[in-house]
């Protein structure tokens, strides 16, 4: 049986899982890089806040990414691209074993952010075209979870050696370079997506204030503690490796929680869900400095399955709450949006951290995610004194997405909620 890429379902099949193997070694090497670079910052004594720059680094080419590369896949297609950004996305990691300058580092954070940019978007368009309307939603959610998998598996492979050193960096660039393997070989073209109607960001912004201002917000945290985490860790005693776990607990939350929050956005409005995560995250950043005081290993890690939970499944919700209020046609337009004020909330969070935590000392961090979570809270009880509420029979199905992605994957995961293929336990076979 053929699907209508005139491919018979076993090619299809193995197709599928060499190009999620691939995805999931180029998140390994994300994860991977982001938790190194904070440690090695740390012990080489940057400041505080020029690890928050670096980091915030990522954000800036992760946004120029996503405008400039459509562009060159229009010029020279999309295995070219692929294989360029790869290159000198492995080149890139290596330098930064061999110059470790804090101004070399942030134009370096910066082109990994870029290259990673189209990485993404490259074989996201490929999985999207080797799948049809039955089988979307399943591999939708699998993608995303394979994305997540690998971030986390990034953070134990740091235990192989010491950030000091340059094995880490060589181990990362070889995990890259296995990853366009499979790209490469594969005999789809990825096809260019175009824009069914234009949707302006401030009309964006006006339909669904309290998504916009969600996703905003998830920006902002998210980036704070995926990557400064590792940082809070060392300079509150912890060892290298205690740091790494500790950002792996961040991201084994979201993992838990996605399907069970999703559930839960379901089945009631989905403002009550926000209302819940931003309490949830800002109690449990609250005491996080407080068990690091304490040295309380398997306390600190409970609090932060909770921080981590909370602030990686608000993207979902968030923009699960932007779909109730946006047309069909308008999807692949606001995923764009959705992207970019997610990217500008990423972009910010280190630079605002890191300066609580240059006040406040580590702990600062959390008590900058708590204090945003706060003000969440607040804003979403305003919003629900405003507007009236949107029934849960009205509200579209919830969505599998938890970290960042290319436009690309955001408009399938909202399109998929348009159409009423809810990205469920069931779902996913």
């Known amino acids: 049986?053929?699907?209508?890429?005139?491919?018979?379902?076993?090619?299809?099949?193995?197709?599928?899982?060499?190009?999620?193997?691939?995805?999931?070694?180029?998140?390994?090497?994300?994860?991977?890089?982001?938790?190194?670079?904070?440690?090695?910052?740390?012990?080489?004594?940057?400041?505080?806040?020029?690890?928050?720059?670096?980091?915030?680094?990522?954000?800036?080419?992760?946004?120029?990414?996503?405008?400039?590369?459509?562009?060159?896949?229009?010029?020279?297609?999309?295995?070219?691209?692929?294989a360029a950004l790869a290159t000198i996305a492995s080149a890139v990691i290596l330098v930064h074993s061999t110059f470790v300058d804090p101004l070399i580092w942030f134009l370096l954070r910066?082109?990994?952010?870029?290259?990673?940019?189209?990485?993404?978007?490259?074989?996201?368009?490929?999985?999207?075209?080797?799948?049809?309307?039955?089988n979307r939603g399943r591999l939708l959610a699998a993608y995303m979870f394979t994305v997540t998998l690998g971030f986390i598996g990034g953070q134990f492979l740091l235990n192989l050696a010491s950030p000091m050193g340059f094995e880490l960096f060589i181990l990362a660039s070889v995990v890259l370079s296995f990853a366009i393997v499979p790209m490469l070989l594969s005999n789809i073209s990825a096809p260019a997506m175009a824009y069914a109607e234009h949707l302006q960001l401030y009309r964006l912004i006006r339909l669904s204030p309290l998504g916009a201002m969600g996703v905003f917000v998830q920006g902002l945290s998210f980036s704070s503690v995926m990557w400064l985490t590792a940082v809070f860790g060392a300079q509150s005693g912890f060892s290298d490796t205690e740091s790494a776990y500790l950002v792996g607990v961040l991201t084994f939350g979201g993992l838990v929680l996605l399907l069970p929050v999703g559930r839960l956005s379901d089945l009631q409005e989905r403002r009550h869900t926000l209302l819940l995560l931003s309490a949830m995250a800002a109690g449990a950043a609250l005491f996080v400095p407080l068990a690091a005081r304490l040295d309380s290993l398997w306390f600190l890690s409970c609090l932060l399955?909770?921080?981590?939970?909370?602030a990686m499944c608000f993207y979902s919700v968030s923009m699960s709450h932007i779909n109730d209020h946006v047309r069909g046609e308008q999807i692949l337009s606001a995923s764009g949006s959705i992207i970019f004020i997610n990217g500008i909330g990423g972009l910010s969070g280190p630079i605002l951290s890191t300066q609580v935590m240059k006040i406040l000392g580590p702990g600062g961090l959390y008590y900058f995610v708590a204090l945003v979570y706060l003000f969440m809270a607040v804003?979403?009880?305003?919003?629900?004194?405003?507007?009236?509420?949107?029934?849960?029979?009205?509200?579209?199905?919830?969505?599998?997405?938890?970290?960042?992605?290319?436009?690309?994957?955001?408009?399938?995961?909202?399109?998929?909620?348009?159409?009423?293929?809810?990205?469920?336990?069931e779902a996913m076979g």
């Open 110 to 134: 910066a082109l990994t952010g870029f290259c990673l940019s189209g990485l993404f978007m490259v074989s996201e368009s490929w999985l999207n075209t080797i799948t049809d309307n039955d």
């Open 305 to 310: 399955f909770l921080v981590g939970g909370a």
């Open 379 to 425: 804003f979403t009880l305003y919003r629900m004194s405003v507007r009236a509420p949107i029934t849960a029979e009205e509200q579209s199905h919830g969505m599998a997405v938890m970290m960042q992605t290319s436009q690309v994957i955001v408009a399938e995961a909202m399109d998929e909620t348009d159409q009423g293929d809810p990205l469920a336990p």
């Open 1 to 82: 049986m053929k699907n209508p890429h005139g491919q018979t379902k076993r090619p299809q099949l193995l197709l599928v899982w060499s190009l999620l193997f691939g995805v999931a070694l180029i998140a390994v090497c994300s994860g991977m890089q982001g938790t190194l670079l904070g440690l090695r910052a740390s012990l080489e004594n940057f400041g505080v806040d020029t690890i928050g720059l670096i980091m915030s680094a990522y954000y800036a080419g992760f946004l120029l990414g996503a405008r400039i590369v459509p562009k060159w896949v229009g010029r020279v297609g999309h295995i070219r691209v692929f």
